[in-house]
């Protein structure tokens, strides 16, 4: 999963951005309203982390940008503004959830999480598909009950495939979900992953559709 982080702090900014990498999220991050907007334009992204008092155009700016083109990303709010009224005006401006700085780094990933699983359409908390298990929160694999060994690359590829059963992702989709814009992406990143997930899970668990990408199937 590909995350967008707006933060104009340097030192917040850094620590929020480790956390999210060292929990296997693709981050990138942007420091000010203008960059947000070049970047959120330029997307796609699973979850917005938006700092609202941001330079160059605050975070609610950006947020009403963002809503104006009809783009529905999850919108987390994590601000040092914690006046009900400030609340009300990120909700209302199409944010999904608000958090106030200064916050528990396990809260931040939790609320992560419930709006990750709320876009994919689920209210459950496991992702559950053909005997395979993930549990988001614990970073804990299954097969048919049994614990499953998945490297972090390995995870980012599976978890949006077995979210949405039988859709398509095309190569650069998938690399989305795997990469920021600072890590080096080799030519043939995806099939080595999706070539160790099928000596993990089946040679047909994941198939691939020639000229377009690869499926979990429905069935």
Known sequence: ???????????????????LRSDHYACDWVRDGVAAEAALVAGPYDLVLLDLGLPKADGLTVLRSLRARRDTVPVLI???????????????????DYIVKPYDTDELLARVRALLRRSAGRGEPVI???GVELHPATREAR????????SPREWALLE????????????AQLEQKL?????????NAVEV???GLRKKLGADFIRTVRGLGYVVPRE
């Open 1 to 19: 999963m590909r995350i967008l982080l707006i933060e104009d702090d340097p030192m917040i900014g850094k620590a929020v951005l480790d956390v």
């Open 78 to 96: 994590a601000t040092a503004r914690d006046a009900v009224g400030d609340r009300v005006a990120g909700l209302d401006a199409g944010a999904d």
């Open 128 to 130: 559950s598909h053909k």
């Open 143 to 150: 097969l048919h009950g049994e614990p499953l060994s998945l």
């Open 160 to 171: 949006p495939m077995l979210q949405r059963p039988g859709a398509v992702f095309s190569r």
């Open 179 to 187: 990469y920021g814009w600072k890590d080096e992406v080799s030519s």
């Open 193 to 195: 992953y999706v070539h």
